[in-house]
């Protein structure tokens, strides 16, 4: 697993004044050739679409969602995420690792119509120890105050606080799909996620399917050191 520790990166990017300052941040570069946390819009990595360039990113290497005739990304929304059932530094119990922010940067190259006015969407998904059966995952997530790139190849660098030590459910956090109980539903999925996901705009809005070529570069998570 090829993985770039930098401590105090999201204390100089866009995360709150408030992150703690002793907190190591872990940056997948996928500048080694290789997608240690298993990321894909496809739910799975293990496809013939999506590739890592060594040249293009933010900077240097990223993982590239293609886009040649039929071999596309087609769907409502993208949803960048780890791959259910596979775990990695990205995924566990975010409370005893001290989880306290998660970022990427995002580059939009094309889509058929357009991706304006979509905030991206950090989603936590504890799937019960049953990644085949979606129907009894609880999800929470929150919306982020910046909308995905336009798609014209530039970057954009988006970042989400995540109050992991928090034993209610956080006022800027939202629950998709839960128990009824916002804070038993909380809990649950902050001490043990099973996938993250970055989804292209509102969970709970409608969007039409369209074909999409995408970049993806410096996924973060900000985390106890210790837990390295």
Not at 28 to 39: I, P
Not at 116 to 143: F, S
């Amino acid at each position: 697993m090829h993985f770039t520790a930098l401590p105090l990166l999201f204390a100089i990017q866009d995360t709150p004044p408030h992150l703690p300052f002793d907190q190591v941040n872990v940056v997948e570069t996928f500048d080694e050739g290789e997608n240690a946390g298993r990321w894909s819009f496809f739910g799975n990595p293990d496809n013939s679409v999506e590739v890592i360039d060594s040249s293009g990113g933010n900077p240097g290497a990223f993982l590239h969602s293609t886009c040649q005739g039929l071999a596309c990304l087609d769907t409502f929304a993208p949803q960048l995420r780890t791959e259910l059932g596979v775990a990695s530094i990205f995924t566990g119990d975010y409370r005893s690792k001290e989880v306290s922010a998660l970022g990427v940067d995002l580059a939009i190259f094309y889509v058929d119509f357009s991706s304006a006015g979509r905030p991206l969407t950090l989603m936590l998904t504890h799937d019960g120890g049953t990644p085949e059966e979606p129907a009894d995952d609880l999800i929470v997530y929150r919306v982020g105050g910046r909308n995905v790139p336009p798609p014209n190849g530039t970057w954009r660098r988006f970042s989400f606080h995540v109050p992991s030590a928090s034993a209610v459910l956080p006022a800027s956090w939202r629950v998709l799909q839960g128990s009824g109980d916002d804070d038993a539903d909380w809990n649950t999925v902050i001490t043990d996620v099973s996938q993250v996901s970055f989804f292209f705009g509102d969970p709970e809005f409608f969007f039409i399917f369209q074909q999409w070529e995408l970049g993806v570069d410096n996924v973060r998570i900000a985390l106890d050191p210790e837990a390295l």
